[in-house]
């Protein structure tokens, strides 16, 4: 008789699900402590199944799994918070999306991710507060970028170290951080000391101060794409919101 399988528990995010089989699914989990997890939830889309409503995409679960050789199976889930109030609104949900789908791309199975499922905890959380826009958009992908060890260098001159107030910089997608005009190349894009003293702030502060800086949303609109520029060239993936 087959020995039983080792259950754990776990605080769990919801960034991804696949079909499988007639009746069953495949959940891909965010977890702080288990990195991302993938588990079958047995006959979970059968219409009287008692887990269904509790493994939405964006959910926050408590899970209980068995230990698979290749896929976990789910032996229980409970849901602990669901940001609701995105619901019908279609630009927030894309958001939503984005965050989900960038932690199941980069998050690794297996590996403790405790900074990472806050930063995506948080996110969701502000969009299912009224968060919309470039600015959490950008928020989150710094933070994202800083919490995998790939913060951009915003100090000072990434080539020679120049760091005074009256030095005009330019953000360097390739080399890694802000360059000063002098190391510039000419497909460099300007960026003005505002402009970096914000993205600072994106890297170490919650949202929830970020939301009161002045003129973050022009800021923030004006800068995006070098952000987005950044990712594709260090992590090799389109990093824009579509569902």
């Not at 928020?139 to 060890?149: A, H, M, V």
């Not at 919650?206 to 949303?217: K, R």
Request: hydrophobic share 40%; charged share 20%; glycine share 10%.
């Amino acid at each position: 008789m087959p020995s039983p399988r080792p259950i754990y528990q776990a605080t769990a995010i919801v960034i991804g699900r696949t079909n499988f089989g007639e009746a069953d699914r495949v959940i891909r989990f965010l977890t702080p402590d288990r990195g991302k997890v993938s588990a079958v939830a047995k006959g979970v889309r059968k219409i009287k199944s008692r887990s269904g409503g509790h493994l939405e995409l964006f959910g926050e679960v408590s899970l209980m799994c068995a230990t698979g050789h290749n896929l976990d199976t789910v032996t229980s889930a409970r849901l602990v918070w669901y940001p609701h109030k995105l619901v019908g609104d279609y630009a927030r949900l894309e958001l939503a999306f984005l965050m989900a789908r960038a932690a199941d791309r980069l998050v690794e199975p297996g590996q403790p991710a405790p900074a990472l499922y806050a930063v995506v905890r948080e996110g969701l959380e502000a969009l299912d507060n009224g968060a919309s826009g470039p600015v959490i958009e950008l928020w989150f992908k710094l933070r994202l970028l800083s919490t995998l060890g790939y913060r951009p260098e915003l100090g000072g001159c990434i080539i020679c170290g120049t760091h005074t107030d009256a030095t005009t910089y330019a953000f360097s997608p390739e080399r890694g951080g802000i360059v000063c005009t002098a190391d510039a190349d000419a497909l460099d894009s300007p960026m003005s000391g505002m402009q970096i003293k914000f993205w600072r702030l994106l890297c170490d502060y919650p949202y929830g101060t970020i939301a009161h800086v002045i003129d973050a949303a022009s800021l923030a609109t004006d800068t995006l794409v070098l952000c987005d520029c950044f990712y594709e060239h260090h992590l090799g993936k389109q990093f824009r919101p579509t569902i």
